[in-house]
């Protein structure tokens, strides 16, 4: 059963339709807030600050083998949770506002896909995809479902493992002894397999910045959605926005590293309140 919208929540979508009013073309940008409401846990609290350990680094994954079978035991558990995740109000919302005409560029943070499956078009994914797996050597990109399924088999008895769901598809489970974790190589080239998603310590690819670049200085103004903007790759665009004189509205249940150059910072669960402002 929905729950009616409360009087603070109204107010901050009449405030932000009002602030949409006269924008033609919004760049969106959006952040982990607007899957929490899908169930995928998110790393920051509402000051910014991590819930938990951050994430494993590019530099750990690829040169360190323990932890490379860690990762991969960790998100082997974790993966059906996060592949059975569905689009909440708010995916919704920006698909059908989107169809409108008035969004000049969605770029998330996220790695869920969740837009596409709420029907939105030309999402530009920030950090890649948690749903395909690239090879460090030859570059082949193979969706992960395949190598779910060659992790099961290659390691029968942590196909039970007790897991509870984490940020990104990790998963926090009780085993400690990752040594006869078993993690398959490329099939094509025997290369290292990893998501395709960029870690901590990993470049964005530069001409997915520049796309992004050129699409908000041709809009007329930013909407963050669900993101604290702490991580650099995404305040970047807060910035760029801001130099160009662009206006700037956020929607997030807490604080933003870009707080002092936005025009209108909405303390708000974005799920509850994109509905009503973009209808």
């Known amino acids: 059963m929905d729950v009616p919208a409360t009087l603070d929540e109204i107010e901050a979508a009449h405030a932000l339709r009002e602030w949409l009013s006269p924008l033609r073309r919004v760049f969106v940008l959006t952040g982990a807030g607007i899957s929490t409401a899908s169930g995928i846990p998110d ?13 494993v680094t590019y530099q750990a994954f690829t040169g ?38 008035r969004v000049s560029m969605l770029l998330t943070q996220n790695v869920d896909g969740l837009h596409e499956r709420a029907g939105s078009r030309g999402v530009v994914d920030l950090h890649g ?26 390691n029968p008895g942590w196909v039970d ?20 974790y078993f993690v398959p190589d490329c099939l094509r080239c025997g290369g290292m397999l990893k998501p395709d998603v960029v870690f901590f310590g990993e470049n964005v690819p530069r ?7 050129d699409a908000l200085l041709a809009s007329d103004g930013l909407l963050v959605v669900g993101s604290s903007l702490m991580v650099y790759s995404g305040f970047r665009f807060a910035r ?20 002092d150059l936005i025009a209108l910072a909405l303390r708000a669960d974005c799920s509850r309140v994109l509905p009503i402002a973009t209808a």
């Not at 790393?43 to 994430?55: F, I, N, S, T, V």
């Not at 001409?207 to 670049?213: I, K, P």
């Not at 801001?242 to 997030?252: D, F, R, Y």
Request: glycine letters at 8%; hydrophobic letters at 45%.
């Open 161 to 180: 493992t007790v897991a509870a769901f984490a940020p990104d598809g990790d998963a926090d489970i009780q085993r400690t002894d990752f040594s006869g």
């Open 240 to 259: 760029m926005a801001h130099e160009a004189g662009l206006p700037i509205a956020s929607v997030t249940l807490g604080a933003t590293r870009a707080d």
């Open 64 to 101: 360190d083998e323990a932890t490379r079978r860690r990762y991969w035991a960790r998100s082997f558990a974790g993966w059906p949770r996060f592949d059975a995740a569905a689009p909440n109000a708010a995916h919704a919302a920006l698909a059908a506002w989107q169809g409108t005409g």
């Open 129 to 154: 995809r948690l749903d395909t797996v690239v090879c460090l050597a030859c570059g082949e990109r193979t969706p992960r479902a395949l190598l779910q399924a060659r992790l099961a088999d290659a």
């Open 207 to 213: 001409e997915r910045v520049q796309a992004a670049h």
């Open 43 to 55: 790393y920051r609290d509402e000051a910014g600050g991590w819930k938990r350990q951050p994430p």
